[in-house]
């Protein structure tokens, strides 16, 4: 099964910076990656998993509202690789964040370890 490794997270204070990295564990399931819808979840404490953002094979994004204009969703063809630019971070952002491949809005595999992201005020 295909197995999602993030990475990148970090501590760090309000309005910093951190570049998440997403990518599959093996490389015959790069091109998977590669031609699928994915997304970036978070998941705080106490809180349910919220899609924060996703991109498609074609480039069409989307962010929810909490994040627009602060997160950059993008993806490297050759690498299979998504990343998650985060730009003047806030407290309310400290989550584990996770990837995903999504179909018909339902994420898909089966969740990897995530990658902690914590924001101090």
């Known amino acids: 099964q295909l197995q999602l490794v993030e990475s990148g997270g970090g501590l760090v204070r309000s309005g910093g910076s951190l570049t998440l990295s997403c990518t599959a564990s093996?490389?015959?399931?790069?091109?998977?990656?590669?031609?699928?819808?994915l997304g970036w979840y978070r998941q705080a404490p106490g809180l349910q998993r919220q899609l924060v953002a996703s991109?498609?094979?074609?480039?069409?994004?989307y962010y929810d509202d909490s994040v627009k204009g602060r997160f950059t969703i993008t993806r490297d063809g050759a690498e299979n690789t998504v990343y998650l630019q985060m730009s003047n971070l806030k407290p309310e952002d400290t989550a584990v964040y996770y990837c995903?491949?999504?179909?018909?809005?339902?994420?898909?595999?089966?969740w990897g370890q995530g990658t902690q992201v914590t924001v101090s005020s």
């Open positions: 995903n491949t999504i179909y018909r809005g339902v994420p898909q595999q089966r």
């Open positions: 093996r490389a015959t399931f790069r091109e998977t990656l590669r031609s699928t819808l």
């Open positions: 991109i498609s094979p074609g480039g069409s994004i």
